[in-house]
């Protein structure tokens, strides 16, 4: 299991300008799908630590969510 680096580019204000930043993406091996699979397209929190040298720990858990959250609409005031 590898962590991958890559650099994304994103162009602004037509051909102007670009934003470049950095993603890290970690691929689960194909024996984990079952377990990875009830975890898809949901809200998680993912918490890192790192103990030693050698060893990281990553801690994935569902996110509380009470209902369906909705960007709310901004109004203009008379």
């Known amino acids: 299991m590898k962590i991958r680096r890559r650099k994304c580019r994103?162009?602004?204000?037509?051909?102007?300008?670009?934003y470049e930043y950095e993603r890290l993406s970690l691929d689960f091996p194909a024996k984990f799908r079952d377990a990875v699979e009830p975890f898809l397209d949901r809200n998680l929190d993912i918490h890192v630590k790192r103990?030693?040298?050698?060893?990281?720990?990553?801690?994935?858990?569902?996110?509380?969510v009470?209902?369906?959250?909705?960007t709310p609409i901004k109004t203009r005031s008379p």
């Open 66 to 70: 009470s209902g369906a959250q909705k």
């Open 51 to 64: 103990e030693g040298n050698d060893k990281l720990v990553i801690i994935v858990t569902l996110e509380n």
């Open 10 to 18: 994103k162009r602004y204000l037509g051909k102007k300008g670009v």
